[in-house]
T-cell receptor
Framework: AQSVTQPDIHITVSEGASLELRCNYS??????LFWYVQSPGQGLQLLLK??????LVQGIKGFEAEFKRSQSSFNLRKPSVHWSDAAEYFC?????????????FGKGTKLSVKP | GAVVSQHPSWVICKSGTSVKIECRSL??????MFWYRQFPKQSLMLMAT?????????EQGVEKDKFLINHASLTLSTLTVTSAHPEDSSFYIC?????????????FGEGSRLTVL
């Protein structure tokens, strides 16, 4: 079955500390991988995506993610968290070359940032 | 660029009434838009794919007579929840793909929160 697992429902980090949000996926074909961020009352904004090539991808707002095929993981990282990063983060997987809307989303990880 | 707007942001209605939610691409044309439903502490679930000028494609388990989708122009798709019931209360989100621009990115609206009393 196709699925995305974000094991951490809620994470709290101190401002300036490093961050890693975990994402594991189960997908039968070559996947597109995405990380989206959702602020309260807002839609989703794309942070970064992986289609092919370099397995370490850089995104907006200083985020990066590393695709590890052997571990079926696509973890999101940021070296130094800012208070404005507090939001909900969603990992998603989609069919390579398929319908872009047909993404499978994880349940999300809520990030809180302590001053 | 690539802004998607939904209206209304939130709506409260009585059970049995119908509610229409609009999804507009403000600065691009979108042949295809998507409608999702998000329950509290859950992920987004794709409900249907809205295609301009043709019938929407619904995901398995989504009642097409319950959730009417119309995509009459390249910048507007509407979702009508007919005869709404409390179990239809949810956060509805749309997304759009700019026509002719396949970057793999979806642009999401800000969502519409529906509460059915």
């Amino acid at each position: 079955a196709q699925s995305v697992t974000q094991p951490d429902i809620h994470i709290t980090v101190s401002e300036g500390a490093s961050l890693e949000l975990r994402c594991n996926y189960s997908y039968g074909a070559t996947p597109y991988l995405f990380w989206y961020v959702q602020s309260p009352g807002q839609g989703l904004q794309l942070l970064l995506k992986y289609f092919s090539g370099d397995t370490l991808v850089q995104g907006i707002k200083g985020f990066e993610a590393e695709f590890k095929r052997s571990q079926s993981s696509f973890n999101l990282r940021k070296p130094s968290v800012h208070w404005s990063d507090a939001a909900e983060y969603f990992c998603a997987v989609g069919p390579y070359g398929g319908s872009q809307g047909n993404l499978i989303f994880g349940k999300g990880t809520k990030l809180s940032v302590k001053p | 660029g690539a802004v998607v707007s939904q209206h209304p942001s939130w709506v409260i209605c009585k059970s049995g009434t119908s509610v229409k939610i609009e999804c507009r691409s403000l600065d691009f044309q979108a042949t295809t838009m998507f409608w999702y439903r998000q329950f509290p502490k859950q992920s987004l679930m794709l409900m249907a794919t809205s295609n301009e000028g043709s019938k929407a494609t619904y995901e398995q388990g989504v009642e097409k007579d319950k959730f009417l989708i119309n995509h009459a122009s390249l910048t507007l798709s509407t979702l009508t929840v007919t005869s709404a019931h409390p179990e239809d209360s949810s956060f509805y989100i749309c997304s759009a793909v700019p026509s002719g621009r396949n970057t793999g990115e979806l642009f999401f609206g800000e969502g519409s929160r529906l509460t059915v009393l």
